[in-house]
C-alpha cells in the first residue's frame, strides 16, 4: 500500500510538471516558437541518446562489476578496480574532449550530429550516436559497476540465483546512476551538435531565456522522477553471504589502496599551499624567455612549460588545486551539515539505505549540474555585479545546495562509512566545480581553477598540447584518490 501511494505521488509530479510545460511555459523569443514546442520537437534526440548510453553502461558497468568478484589473481583484480576508479576519475568534459580528439585524428567515429542523411538510416544514425553514447557509457558504467559488486558480491556464493534477480542491480544502477547521465548530456550534446533537449537547454543558458530553462528544468525533474520509479518495482536485493562479508568485515585498518590514497592528497594539499612559491608565482610572466607562444616543458627552467601568456604552468597547477580544492572542501563541510540536520529530522521516515547507494554518493551530485547552471544563470543576470558575482564562496554554496542530498544515506547507517561518504561528497564537488568552470559557469580568470585552466588550455592543444595534459593529470590524479580512498575506507564498514 505504501509502494501504491510512493508511484502515485511521483506519477502525480510528472503529470503536473508536464502540464506546466504544455500551458504555461510561455514563448520562447530565442526559438521563435512555443517554449513546449521547442522541447517536444528535441526530447526524442535526447531520449534516443540517453537510451543508449545507459543501456551500454549497464552492459559494461555489468561486465566489470563480474570481473571484480570472480576474478582471483590479487594483482589482476587490483588492475581491474584501478581501471575503474580511472574511469570513474575522468570528468565528462576530459572524456569528451578526448573522443572528439580521436574523431579528428582517425576515422574511427563519423562526423557530428545525429545523422549524416536527411531521410532516415539506422546504420547512419546508430555510428553517429556511438561517440556520444560512449563518452557517458565509460565514466557513468564504471559507477553502476559499483553497484553490480555489490549484486555479484552478495550472491558469490549462491549455488541458484533466479534470473530475476538481476533485475535489482539494473534498475538500482538506472535509479541512482540515471539522472547523472541525463545532467551530463547536457555537456555532451553541445560537443557532439546533437540536437537534443541538452543543448536547447544550454542555448538558453547563454541567452537568458526564462521560458526554455522553466520548461527544460521542469522536463529533466520529470525525468528523474520516472527513473527513480525504477528501483520501486525492482525486487529486493538478496542477502549477503557471510563467507563474503567476512573478511572485509574483520578488517580495522586502511589498505594499502588507502594508505597511497591519503600520500597522493597529502602531496596535493602540500603542492596547493606551495603554488605561490613556484617559480615566481602563478601570475609572473617570463619575458626573458616568452616570445608570444607556450614554453615546453623545461626550456627557461619551467618543469611543466608555461601557458600561452609565458606563466608557469606547476605554479598555476597547484594555485588553480588550491582554488578548487577549497571551493570543493567548503561545498562538502556545508552540505555535510545540511545534509545531518535533514537525517536527523527524518530519520523515522525512511528506511535504512543499503552499500550500493552509498557506493554511487560520489556522482550523485554531479545530476545537479542542470540546477547549478540555471542558479549561477540567474545570479550573474539579476545581480549588477555580473561575473564578479561568481567568488569561490558563492559557488561553494550553489554546489553545496544540490549536493547534500547523495550524503543523506550515510548519517543513518552509523559506520565509518559516514566518513567515506564526507570523502565522496568532497570528490564530488571537486567534480562539479571543475566542470561549472569548464564551461564557464564557475570560477574566471585571472584567479585560476583546474577547471578554467583545463578549458582555456583545450584552445592551445595543437601548439601546447602540454597546458592541457598538466590540469588534466591533477584533475584525474586528485579524483582518483579520493574515491580510492572512500572506497577503502566503504570496505571496513561492511558486514
Known amino acids: 500500500m505504501r509502494r501504491r501511494y510512493r508511484v502515485l505521488g511521483r506519477l502525480a509530479v510528472?503529470?503536473?510538471?508536464?502540464?506546466?510545460?504544455?500551458?504555461?511555459?510561455?514563448?520562447?523569443?530565442?526559438?521563435?516558437?512555443?517554449?513546449?514546442?521547442?522541447?517536444?520537437?528535441?526530447?526524442?534526440?535526447?531520449?534516443?541518446?540517453?537510451?543508449?548510453?545507459?543501456m551500454a553502461a549497464v552492459v559494461l558497468g555489468a561486465a566489470v562489476g563480474f570481473a571484480l568478484v570472480r576474478t582471483r589473481p590479487r594483482w589482476l583484480r587490483g588492475l581491474i578496480h584501478s581501471v575503474q576508479l580511472l574511469a570513474r576519475a575522468i570528468p565528462v568534459v576530459v572524456m569528451a574532449?578526448?573522443?572528439?580528439?580521436?574523431?579528428?585524428?582517425?576515422?574511427?567515429?563519423?562526423?557530428?550530429?545525429i545523422a549524416s542523411r536527411?531521410?532516415?538510416?539506422?546504420?547512419?544514425?546508430?555510428?553517429?550516436?556511438?561517440?556520444?553514447?560512449?563518452?557517458?557509457?565509460?565514466p557513468f558504467g564504471a559507477w553502476m559497476s559499483v553497484i553490480f559488486y555489490e549484486f555479484f558480491r552478495a550472491?558469490?556464493?549462491?549455488?541458484?540465483?533466479?534470473?530475476?534477480?538481476?533485475?535489482?542491480?539494473?534498475?538500482?544502477?538506472?535509479?541512482?546512476?540515471?539522472?547523472?547521465?541525463?545532467?551530463?548530456?547536457?555537456?555532451?550534446?553541445?560537443?557532439f551538435a546533437w540536437p537534443g533537449i541538452a543543448r536547447l537547454f544550454y542555448g538558453a543558458l547563454t541567452q537568458f531565456d526564462p521560458g526554455i530553462l522553466v520548461g527544460c528544468v521542469l522536463t529533466y525533474c520529470a525525468a528523474i522522477v520516472l527513473l527513480d520509479l525504477a528501483a520501486e518495482f525492482a525486487p529486493r536485493m538478496p542477502p549477503a553471504s557471510p563467507t563474503q562479508l567476512s573478511?572485509?568485515?574483520?578488517?580495522?585498518?586502511?589498505?594499502?589502496?588507502?594508505?597511497?590514497a591519503i600520500v597522493v592528497l597529502l602531496c596535493a594539499v602540500v603542492g596547493a599551499l606551495a603554488g605561490d612559491a613556484i617559480a615566481s608565482g602563478p601570475y609572473f610572466v617570463d619575458q626573458a624567455h616568452w616570445s608570444g607562444y607556450p614554453l615546453a616543458p623545461g626550456v627557461g627552467g619551467h618543469l611543466l612549460g608555461t601557458d600561452a601568456n609565458g606563466r608557469d604552468m606547476l605554479s598555476r597547477a597547484m594555485i588553480a588545486l588550491r582554488t578548487s580544492l577549497e571551493i570543493a572542501a567548503m561545498a562538502a563541510l556545508l552540505g555535510l551539515a545540511i545534509a545531518f540536520v535533514y537525517a536527523k529530522g527524518t530519520q523515522a521516515l525512511f528506511r535504512r539505505d543499503n552499500m550500493a547507494a552509498l557506493g554511487v554518493g560520489g556522482i550523485r551530485a554531479f545530476a545537479g549540474i542542470p540546477f547549478v547552471l540555471t542558479a549561477v544563470t540567474l545570479l550573474v543576470v539579476k545581480s549588477r555585479l555580473?561575473?564578479?558575482?561568481?567568488?569561490?564562496?558563492?559557488?561553494?554554496?550553489?554546489?553545496?545546495a544540490v549536493s547534500w542530498p547523495a550524503v543523506v544515506p550515510a548519517f543513518r547507517t552509523r559506520t565509518s562509512a559516514l566518513f567515506a561518504a564526507g570523502i565522496d561528497l568532497m570528490a564530488g564537488a571537486l567534480m562539479l566545480e571543475v566542470t561549472q568552470s569548464a564551461i564557464g559557469f564557475g570560477v574566471h580568470p585571472p584567479?585560476?581553477?583546474?577547471?578554467?585552466?583545463?578549458?582555456?588550455?583545450?584552445?592551445?592543444?595543437a601548439v601546447g598540447p602540454w597546458m592541457s595534459i598538466v590540469p588534466a593529470v591533477v584533475i584525474v590524479t586528485v579524483l582518483f584518490a579520493l574515491y580510492a580512498l572512500a572506497d577503502d575506507i566503504r570496505e571496513m564498514a561492511r558486514g
Open 14 to 54: 510528472v503529470a503536473v510538471a508536464i502540464l506546466i510545460v504544455r500551458y504555461a511555459a510561455g514563448w520562447s523569443p530565442a526559438t521563435a516558437e512555443p517554449v513546449w514546442q521547442a522541447i517536444f520537437e528535441r526530447l526524442p534526440a535526447t531520449f534516443e541518446l540517453a537510451v543508449v548510453a545507459l
Open 97 to 113: 574532449f578526448l573522443i572528439e580528439l580521436v574523431m579528428v585524428l582517425t576515422p574511427l567515429f563519423p562526423g557530428f550530429g
Open 118 to 138: 536527411d531521410a532516415f538510416d539506422l546504420g547512419d544514425r546508430l555510428s553517429h550516436v556511438i561517440a556520444p553514447a560512449l563518452c557517458l557509457a565509460v
Open 155 to 191: 550472491t558469490d556464493a549462491t549455488t541458484r540465483m533466479p534470473l530475476c534477480a538481476i533485475v535489482w542491480p539494473v534498475a538500482t544502477s538506472i535509479a541512482l546512476v540515471g539522472p547523472a547521465v541525463l545532467a551530463a548530456c547536457l555537456l555532451i550534446e553541445p560537443a
Open 247 to 260: 573478511p572485509a568485515g574483520d578488517r580495522k585498518r586502511i589498505g594499502l589502496t588507502g594508505r597511497m
Open 386 to 400: 555580473h561575473i564578479d558575482v561568481l567568488n569561490p564562496a558563492v559557488i561553494a554554496v550553489i554546489i553545496a
Open 447 to 461: 584567479l585560476p581553477s583546474l577547471g578554467n585552466m583545463l578549458m582555456g588550455a583545450l584552445m592551445f592543444f
